[in-house]
């Protein structure tokens, strides 16, 4: 078994301000996994640094590096083959740098073991909704401009407690679709958070309000959904079922973001977007700026399992980013472009 992990630093063109974290620019990880002639592929687009509960790129890689490719070796070693994707997720420990470390070796092995079975993902994931896309801009920055696709059903607007400028007033009111208003995690108070909603309608229809605040805390959620009539949706707050279970148990949202690199994979993903859908949630799936390749894969599991507006669309960027096409799997790798361009920051084998 060869693994070899690299790294690639791109400039976004549609810069987006947060409320704690400006993204400007992504760092995107590339695991190739090659044993006995057959690739796989895994991406995962980690933060620069660690906020509200995500780890930063250092802690990955260092995660990767230090544990989870070591047991995969060890796995291999010991039984002779490499494990199912099915059971990678087991291999997350409790740091918050595990999940998006095992998403990324755990998209490579599915990746592989579907070439190898002659297999694509959309035989194992099949069709079964036209999943609209959700977009992503900020009301908190008036110099980048809105680049929006005809095709966005929604539009995630970053936002903060405070007042909007003319330019925000003004392009909530030119748009056509609804819009999500992600705090994330920047209010302090429910008051502060019904007095933004009231401003943003007199502009714009608001779909829901998200994770207005801290990771966890379910009490001023629910509080918050008891006291306005939008749905309130959590994102940063969903990493496990157990998380489902407080969210409906206090009433703290009606909707949830399902990020698979946040919640350890796609299979507890699956399983996750399942578990919301009997509870009577309404689930999404969110995304971190990725790739092309990264994006298409998101895309095929929506279409899988989810009606609402979800972040697959393009990130757009000022690399170059190409797939090449391939048969089985994925259906599309990394281009050779972005793995020539990329540094290599560990290999095994």
């Not at 608001?206 to 009490?219: K, Y």
């Amino acid at each position: 078994m060869k693994l070899t992990l690299r790294r690639d630093d791109v400039v976004l063109r549609q810069r987006v301000d947060a409320a704690h974290q400006r993204h400007d620019e992504r760092i995107r990880l590339y695991l190739q996994l090659d044993h006995d002639g057959v690739v796989g592929y895994g991406e995962i687009a980690p933060q620069p640094l660690a906020l509200h509960g995500d780890p930063g790129v250092g802690e990955v890689i260092q995660e990767l590096d230090g544990f989870v490719l070591s047991q995969l070796q060890a796995a291999l070693e010991r039984e002779g083959a490499l494990p199912s994707w099915t059971r990678i997720a087991r291999f997350a420990g409790s740091r918050a740098s595990s999940a998006p470390a095992v998403t990324l070796v755990e998209m490579a092995l599915l990746d592989r073991e579907l070439r190898t079975q002659g297999r694509s993902i959309g035989e194992l994931w099949p069709e079964h909704y036209d999943t609209p896309v959700q977009a992503t801009a900020s009301l908190l920055d008036d110099e980048t401009e809105w680049i929006l696709d005809p095709n966005v059903a929604r539009l995630r607007v970053k936002s903060a407690p405070g007042e909007l400028s003319e330019t925000a007033r003004a392009r909530l009111a030119a748009l056509s679709v609804p819009v999500l208003l992600d705090f994330n995690c920047s209010a302090s108070a429910v008051e502060e958070v019904s007095a933004q909603l009231a401003s943003i309608r007199r502009y714009a229809t608001v779909a829901a309000v998200e994770q207005p605040f801290a990771a966890g805390n379910v009490i001023e959620h629910a509080r918050l959904a008891s006291q306005i009539d939008v749905p309130v949706s959590l994102d940063e707050g969903v990493r496990t079922l157990r998380d489902l279970d407080q969210i409906v148990r206090y009433g703290a949202a009606t909707m949830v973001c399902v990020k698979p690199a946040r919640v350890g994979g796609y299979a507890n993903a699956r399983t996750i977007i399942a578990r919301a859908l009997e509870m009577g949630l309404v689930p999404y799936v969110g995304g971190f700026f990725e790739s092309p390749f990264a994006r298409h894969v998101n895309a095929v599991l929506c279409r899988h399992l989810v009606r609402e507006p979800s972040d697959i669309g393009p990130v757009m960027s000022g690399a170059s980013e190409p797939l090449d096409q391939v048969e089985g799997g994925f259906g599309w790798a990394p281009g050779g472009a972005t793995l020539a361009r990329a540094t290599v920051v560990a290999s095994f084998g």
